[in-house]
């Protein structure tokens, strides 16, 4: 079954994410997908201006008064030798691996990274990070041929891949669609959490399942966290208690690598054997089930958005918000939403995906501008939360149907709570 974001309500004004290409536009059709999901009447639109917020939402975040520092010195464009490549190395093990790729010592810094990688070229640097476990993409130009064929499969493939009893939502809250509904959270970074987010938005039960040895950026977590419970589980040592959380769940989401679900067991093939009742959610950078590490700001590089972006066409630019992500994870979670209503009416499980590969495709081949338009900027709806003892403030949702809440429920600590329904 395909899901498409090309028949949507026209906003009144353009979502203000500039842009030579349809950033807003991509993004006010995302956000409608979820609000069509939960009322197919279309009957409520969202707000441009709150979409660019959400879209922009690690620009409004304060913990304590004080904007974190979201950006590590080795996540950058990088010049090499016949061009450049595109680093991430935000988490503190990623950033070791790029280090012990270009064969630095683990205390190295940008300057000595940028030396290393200017005597390269892009696919032998690319080469030598990732074959260290590194995060490195070359800065490719547009590949039109390549875009129509990702374009030519669903932009989010749902497809039944279990039989079981159908499963009624029990819902009758305006405001809480999807009270009962529970989600397993295996995502991380932001594409997976926005999109259980979202779905705790509409009343989910979500519980954010994270291993012990692998602590998130705090900043991201309270970026993302609303409305669920965040519990530390090693799922590669206690299964047992894994597979009875998923026993009693609805959904589950996953944003690891698909070579990592494989390795733990935890395919969507494997789930569903076990958990016919499930609804899984898969997203990963690339298509396919060989999909390596990746990020929004990597498939920007690789798939061409970067140098479209260029601000003077000799160096590489980005797109005015993590828009791969942002768009992928309400997509991924419209998808949830319309599997939970056919296993409701049809029984069985289901299995929804996508990329941000193939949402990157979806942007450009969208009209775009030869420069970014201008747009008038308006005032940012801020949320204010006590989360353990910080004083967080984040910027309100973007999503709306009919009798939605306005503001989100407060995201919690990171592994505060225990791994079990409550």
Known sequence: MRQSVSHRPVPQRP?????????GELAWRSVCAVGAALDPAGSALPDPDRIAAAYRSDRHLLVDGVAPEVWSPLSRFWQVTDG????????????????????????????????????????AATAAIVRAGGLCAPVRRED??????????????????AHSPARPLRSASPAAPLA??????????????????TLAFAGSDVLRIDPPH???????????????R????????????????????????????????????????????????????QLSAWPGDDSPRGFDSLVQAESGISWLESSDRATPGALPAQALDHSAGYLLA??????????????????????????AAELLGMPRSAEPAEHATAPVRTQEFEVAGQRVTTVAPAVRWPGSPDSFRAPRRWGADPAAWW
């Open 144 to 161: 039109r041929s390549r875009d129509d064929t990702l374009r030519g499969h669903p932009l989010v493939e749902t497809t039944r891949v």
């Open 84 to 123: 450049w490549v595109r680093t991430h190395g935000n988490y503190p093990r990623h950033a070791a691996a790029l280090r012990a790729g270009l064969g630095l010592p683990p205390d190295a810094g940008a300057d000595e990274v940028g030396e290393r990688l200017a005597a390269r070229t892009a696919d």
């Open 180 to 197: 009962g509904v529970r989600v397993v959270d295996l995502t991380r970074v932001i594409a997976g959490p926005v999109a259980t987010r």
């Open 334 to 359: 419209a998808a949830v939403i319309g599997a939970l209503r056919r296993r409701a009416e049809e029984g069985g499980g289901w299995l929804v995906r996508t990329s941000l590969r193939r949402v």
């Open 230 to 281: 965040s519990a530390l589980l090693d799922v590669a040592f206690d299964r047992p208690r894994l597979d009875a959380l998923l026993a009693d769940a609805d959904v589950v989401v996953l944003g690891y690598r698909p070579a990592a679900l494989a390795h733990l067991g935890l395919t969507p093939g494997s789930l569903a054997g076990r958990h016919p009742h499930l609804v899984i959610a």
């Open 15 to 23: 979502v203000p994410l500039p842009s030579r290409l349809a950033v």
């Open 214 to 228: 692998l602590p998130e950026p705090e900043w991201q977590h309270l970026d993302t966290g609303h409305g669920k």
